[in-house]
């Protein structure tokens, strides 16, 4: 039996699809079968940041008012086997589905996967509730701005009254170290002295995301970004393993490198 | 032994005048008996103001019959009521009066769009976080951070604090008034408390441990029974 897990925020634009998206595409690459579903109806995006756009033919509302098979409606990614996604529908509104038919839903592809990660729409109204409902753990995902993690904060309180899912674990998204630096933005240990939950990962704000979203190919398939490398860190905690956060400071040029190989501090 | 069967008995003490009311007595005998009596007192248009005590032993007093009884003697010129005192209570009356004593334990993180109310004081284990409210009837100690809004005092009572181990609040609410966090941005202070301070009617923040001074019977029983 798999386990679903639901990626969510509040606040919209603070990374929840890039971060679904590159989740399951790490998971992936470590061998696990992963579902993607998105449950943002009517403005679906994650088939777009994975580059599938042109292989949906059935969606999630399809398959609730039983026009197709759950199967049918199961995009597979063009890289590889393991990763599939069920995309939302851009027709219809949130209230074409119930957060009933999402735990059905969950339920039958949980036989087939070891990992369900849903894509929550922005807000806590309908959409919100459908994507939850058939999560077993939340991820809640952040940026260190306040009115970010004030949502955060919000969405945590709603989280934590839903039986059904385990204690939700944060990610902070799209870090500036040079703006923590300089006091401009709150640094991780403040949002998670606010939020006070346990800290799934960072990643760094890196243009390499937004590059890879705008060619749907998600970030997480480069070698050595920052990013790609903070989202399979996610992954392998998610996995269970313990995995140190890794530093945020930007690379310094070649001669402070020779000057720390020497030990001279700069 | 005449005076043994009367509803209503009048006597003059040094503090005004003292009506004790046989609890034996019918209600519709008391209020005959208490407008006899009066009618038949004189006093002097110039005379002083009397206060007048009211005991009715082991009797209940509705709200209503609070209020005839009263109208009755208010009618009386230079008669203000001070008390009226009563042994008993209603069951309810009690529950509550009982509930005002406790302090209540919360052991959570109050989270934006959370809202805690408390009847009498409360203990929070925890942080109010920013957009999270906390409110009570009596006392708020908060044993975390308040980044929050924070009302003590709910009901009306002025003499109410808000003490934090952390106090960086948005708001602060005691009683009917109000204080926010100034435009610029600040760092919290550790160990203080907030109370109002009658004279210049505002809520002031001053270090916990002054609290002895500005608060002594904080948390004492006589300072409720006196509230209650």
Do not use: W
């Amino acid at each position: 039996m798999g386990e679903a897990i639901v990626i969510t925020s509040g606040k919209g634009g603070v990374g929840k699809t890039t971060t679904t998206a590159n989740v399951g595409t790490s998971l992936a690459l470590l061998g696990k079968k992963v579902c993607l579903i998105d449950t943002d109806i009517g403005l679906r995006n994650l088939d777009v940041v994975l580059g599938l756009e042109n292989r949906i033919v059935y969606d999630i509302v399809d398959v609730v008012q039983k026009r197709c098979k759950i199967n049918q409606a199961l995009v597979r990614d063009k890289r590889f086997d393991c990763l599939h996604l069920l995309p939302a529908s851009q027709t219809s509104d949130k209230s074409a589905i119930t957060p009933k038919s999402m735990v059905e839903i969950i339920k039958e592809l949980k036989g087939d996967y070891d990992y369900i990660l849903v894509d929550c729409p922005a807000g806590i109204e309908q959409g919100y509730k459908n994507a939850i409902a058939g999560a077993d753990k939340a991820v809640v995902v952040t940026t260190p701005e306040k009115s970010s993690v004030r949502d955060a904060d919000r969405i945590i309180g709603l989280l934590e009254k839903e039986e059904h899912i385990e204690a939700p674990r944060l990610i902070i998204n799209r870090i500036r170290t040079h703006m923590v630096k300089t006091g401009d933005m709150l640094d991780v240990n403040e949002i998670v002295s606010i939020l006070a939950i346990d800290l799934l990962g960072i990643v760094a704000d890196d243009d390499e995301v937004i590059k890879a979203s705008h060619h749907g190919e998600p970030v997480a398939f480069q070698p050595n970004t920052k990013a790609s490398i903070s989202y399979r860190n996610i992954a392998r905690r998610i996995l269970g393993e313990s995995v140190p956060l890794m530093s945020l400071e930007d690379e310094k040029g070649m001669f402070t490198k020779v000057k720390k190989f020497f030990g001279i501090r700069s | 032994m005449k005076n043994k069967n009367q509803a209503v008995t009048i006597k003059g003490t040094k503090n005004g005048l003292t009506f004790n009311i046989n609890e034996k007595s019918s209600y519709s005998d008391i209020i005959k008996e208490l407008k006899e009596k009066l009618s038949t007192t004189v006093v002097e248009s110039d005379h002083p103001m009397v206060k007048v005590n009211i005991h009715v032993g082991n009797r209940y007093l509705t709200p209503e019959m609070r209020e005839e009884i009263s109208e009755i003697i208010r009618n009386k010129q230079n008669f203000i009521i001070q008390e009226i005192v009563s042994n008993v209570i209603q069951k309810k009356e009690a529950e509550e009066f009982y509930k005002s004593l406790e302090v209540t334990t919360l052991t959570s993180i109050i989270r934006s769009g959370q809202v805690m109310h408390v009847n009498g004081d409360v203990l929070l284990i925890g942080d109010v976080n920013p957009g999270g409210k906390i409110s009570a009837t009596g006392n708020i100690y908060i044993l975390g951070r308040l980044n929050g809004i924070a009302h003590a005092g709910y009901d009306g009572n002025r003499d109410a604090i808000v003490a934090a181990s952390y106090m960086n609040p948005t708001q602060l609410r005691i009683s009917d008034l109000f204080s926010r966090s100034p435009d610029y941005e600040t760092e919290g202070i550790s160990m203080e408390y907030a109370y109002i301070d009658e004279e210049s009617e505002t809520i002031l923040i001053d270090r916990l441990h002054k609290i002895s001074k500005i608060r002594p019977n904080i948390g004492t029983f006589e300072r409720r029974i006196m509230n209650g």
